[in-house]
């Protein structure tokens, strides 16, 4: 079975850092892209990064540049999300999600969808 | 960046009801729209891709359709496990952009 599944979350106060992780198992991890999405609190869904297959690529949300660091290690099936510079409005549910081909390509859907993990930031 | 806006916000249905949800991308997406379901505390459930594929283990009563700016989810007939929040997805540009949403809550 296809399985994602994040943690590392918690409480972090404003500027702080924060590293998520999502293991993955049931697929071969280094041959699909992998991407964060996050939900804040009484809002919609919001793409916050995207990842190749490789590692070799990466994207971000205008939100995310220069803050947050996307990364993969291929070997542990594991990707990550290196958040820096916390902020109030990066309070949310950060769910990782498996794309559906390696970069190139019309294949940024996302399935499936780990349980997510909240991150709070508050002092 | 892509816009995509769903309507209505919110959708009071009774069940057994045919459902009809719609996204409006402000610009053309082709047919790179997906569609995905959201329930409280349960993990975000893709439902459609390429604007109308079921993804596997869909049941045939949701369908999609559509292509460039204006797409429809279609619930045939409403079942209690259905009452969540539906998101559309475009993946023809970057940044990947979703829909605000379309709440379906029971009547």
């Known amino acids: 079975e296809v399985q994602v599944l994040e943690s590392g979350g918690g409480l972090v106060q404003p500027g702080g850092s924060l590293r998520l992780s999502c293991a993955a198992s049931g697929f071969t991890f280094s041959s699909y892209a992998m991407s964060w999405v996050r939900q804040a609190p009484g809002k919609g869904l919001e793409w916050v990064s995207t990842i190749s297959g490789s590692g070799a690529d990466a994207t971000y949300a205008d939100s995310a540049k220069g803050r947050f660091t996307i990364s993969r290690e291929n070997s542990k099936n594991t990707l990550y999300l290196q958040m820096n510079s916390l902020r109030g409005d990066d309070t949310a549910v950060y769910y990782c999600?498996?794309?559906?081909?390696?970069?190139?390509?019309?294949?940024?859907?996302?399935?499936?969808w780990g349980q997510g993990t909240l991150v709070t930031v508050s002092s | 960046e892509i816009v995509m806006t769903q309507s209505p916000a919110t959708l009071s249905v009774s069940p057994g009801e045919r459902v009809t949800l719609s996204c409006r991308a402000s610009q053309s997406v082709s047919s790179n729209l997906a569609w995905h379901q959201l329930k409280p505390g349960q993990a975000p459930r893709l439902l459609i891709y390429g604007a109308s594929t079921r993804a596997t283990g869909i049941p045939a009563r949701f369908s999609g359709s559509g292509s460039g700016t204006e797409f429809t989810l279609t619930i045939s007939s409403l079942q209690s496990e259905d009452f969540a929040v539906y998101y559309c997805q475009q993946y023809n540009n970057w940044p990947l952009t979703f829909g605000g949403g379309t709440e379906v809550e029971i009547k």
């Open positions: 999600a498996k794309d559906q081909g390696a970069w190139h390509g019309y294949f940024h859907w996302f399935d499936p």
